[in-house]
């Protein structure tokens, strides 16, 4: 009974004792946490009194003494430690650092040599006296460091990651890739890095870094080759040389495909997209179910972005029609089919498609899917059948679209109403500060219907410049200068100056720049200035400049005017 008596005392005292040391523990981590870094120590320094072999009460004591530059006071709770547990790694690593802070590269080496005896076989003892080193900037006891490991270790690819950021930063790329192949070989993992260092490689260097990795013949190297081709602008290049590779192993072939898909994401190129649309084509190919129909899709999508429509169309066959695909899936293989037909030109079926997706499909999608399908009739000259797809559409966002028909009919009235319903905001920025200028252009005008004005400027949006150009310039001659005719010979002027026709944008500048119309008078002279400088017909600029200033004080256009006029006086450089 007595005996037992002894026991439970002891057991409390061992009981409190933890409590202690939790408790003192707690105290200091919560003063390190809160910045008061001297009080902190001591606090560390009484855990570590009750507990000189506590791992995390001495690396607690590390990091509050780092921040106030007294990280070798730290040394008598190093050796401490060490005696009461000599087996500690943590201690080592700490007891390493202290000597780097003394610069002592010695008693570094002799603690390694402590430690590498307890860790028989591990390259943490090493790699720990490079960190430390390098944090010293000590680069020679670094190197030391992981030569000493493999030649301890009889690894030749010891440490082989850390070796690579070595030699990489003393400007040796062709020795860092091959470290960078050895750390890879043995952990995958290490790709991801290797990547991204090697990626960072001056263009000089590129040419001999592929033909060393082109050497070599594993699948380790062959993944290092193509997501270094993709990072520096070749992203086919790179794809090719990953499907060569491609292990018939399905884990291993969807592992590296998604590494080069990770590199391919950033890139907004043509090229770029077309090998990620590829890349997740062989994706979907290799998985199954509802995942490879979500990666097909996805690829349509990115082909579609890419122009590569036929592509597109591939990856979405079946998608759209497949009950059984999931419900999300299918329902965007269907939109994205529709955009793709809209693009080809081929709006009869877009348009029996879009019907057919009505009921699953949200309303905003739904609405924007219509307006390009809208837009892709305005494009083809279809106006009637542009007009009945649109239908009752009351958005902002319809309004605008059915005032583009309405000009391009020739009802200047009626498109002048919706573009002020449509407001200045429907759309992207672009189609709104589109829209303002066409909505300043036909307000001045008195007819309520001019087609030949209308049809000018459909063969504009339909891409031919120069009939346009043409177009407008017939359409002027029947408005009065101050009732439109000036701001649309200005558009055409512009418009010849666009297609390398300088005579006609002249002649239709100063036609544009009458008296009775003073408010497109001043940008028809700055567009003449302009054109008059680019032309090397300075002398002649500058008297148009002078005259722009003076008559038009209150114009926007003054100060570009100004500026135009040093330049053409020679005192500031053209840019």
């Known amino acids: 009974m007595r005996a037992l008596s002894v026991l439970l005392g002891l057991f409390a005292v061992v009981v409190n004792s933890v409590a202690a040391q939790q408790q003192g523990m707690s105290r200091a981590f919560d003063l390190e946490r809160r910045g008061d870094y001297p009080a902190a120590a001591v606090a560390y320094r009484a855990a570590l009194a ?94 030391e460091a992981y030569t000493r490991a493999r030649e301890r270790l009889h690894r030749a690819d010891a440490l082989a990651a850390e070796m690579a950021q070595l030699v990489y930063a003393d400007g040796n790329y062709q020795g860092a890739l091959k470290e960078w192949l050895a750390a890879v070989r043995r952990i995958p993992g290490y790709r991801v890095t290797a990547v991204a ?245 036909l307000q001045p005008m008195e007819a309520d219907s001019l087609p030949a004005l209308g049809r000018a400027l459909l063969v504009l949006a339909q891409g031919d410049t120069s009939d346009a150009a043409a177009r407008l310039e017939r359409a002027a001659a029947d408005l009065p200068p101050a009732k439109g005719g000036a701001e649309v010979r200005l558009l055409a002027g512009r418009l010849y100056g666009q297609v390398g026709k300088p005579g006609d944008a002249e002649r239709l500048f100063r036609e544009a720049a009458a008296p009775d119309a003073p408010g497109t008078a001043p940008a028809a002279e700055l567009a003449l200035a302009e054109l008059l400088i680019e032309q090397g017909r300075s002398a002649d600029a500058i008297p148009r400049l002078e005259h722009l200033i003076l008559t038009y004080p209150e114009s926007a256009m003054v100060p570009e005017a100004r500026r135009r006029l040093d330049q053409a006086r020679g005192a500031v450089p053209k840019t």
């Open 50 to 143: 009750g507990a000189p072999g506590d791992p995390a009460a001495l690396l607690g004591l590390e990091r509050v003494l780092l921040p106030l530059d007294r990280s070798a006071e730290i040394l008598p709770e190093v050796r401490a430690g060490l005696a009461a547990n000599p087996r500690s790694g943590p201690l080592y690593g700490v007891a390493l650092r202290a000597w780097a802070a003394l610069d002592q590269p010695d008693s570094m080496r002799v603690v390694v040599e402590r430690w590498a005896q307890v860790a028989p076989g591990d390259e943490t003892p090493y790699r720990e006296w490079g960190a430390a080193a390098l944090g010293r900037h000590d680069r020679s006891s670094a190197l």
């Open 197 to 441: 260092t090697l990626g960072q490689a001056p263009d000089a260097a590129r040419p001999a870094l592929l033909a060393l990795l082109q050497r070599e013949s594993d699948l380790p190297a062959r993944r290092l080759e193509a997501e270094l081709r993709v990072r520096w602008g070749d992203p086919l290049g790179g794809l090719q040389v990953l499907e060569r590779a491609l292990p018939e192993n399905r884990a291993l072939a969807v592992e590296a495909l998604r590494g080069v898909l990770d590199q391919l994401r950033p890139l907004q190129t043509r090229e770029g997209k077309l090998a990620q649309g590829r890349t997740l084509e062989e994706l979907a190919r290799r998985t199954p179910d509802g995942e490879g129909s979500r990666l097909r899709l996805e690829a349509a999508r990115v082909f579609s972005a890419a122009g590569d429509r036929e592509s597109a169309r591939r990856m979405l066959a079946g998608l759209a029609d497949d009950r059984n695909a999931p419900e999300g899936i299918s329902a965007g293989a269907a939109t994205t089919l529709v955009n793709v037909l809209i693009a080809e030109g081929k709006l009869d079926e877009a348009g029996r498609r879009l019907s057919e997706i009505q009921p699953t499909t949200a309303v905003d999608e739904l609405a924007g899917l219509r307006r390009r399908l809208v837009l892709g009739w305005v494009r083809a000259g279809q106006l009637t059948r542009a007009d009945s797809t649109l239908g009752a559409d009351s958005t902002v966002e319809g309004s605008a679209l059915r005032g583009e028909i309405q000009l391009y009919q020739g009802d200047v009235a009626g498109a002048i109403e919706s573009f002020k319903a449509a407001g200045p905001y429907a759309g992207e920025r672009v189609d709104a500060t589109q829209r303002t200028a066409l909505l300043a252009l």
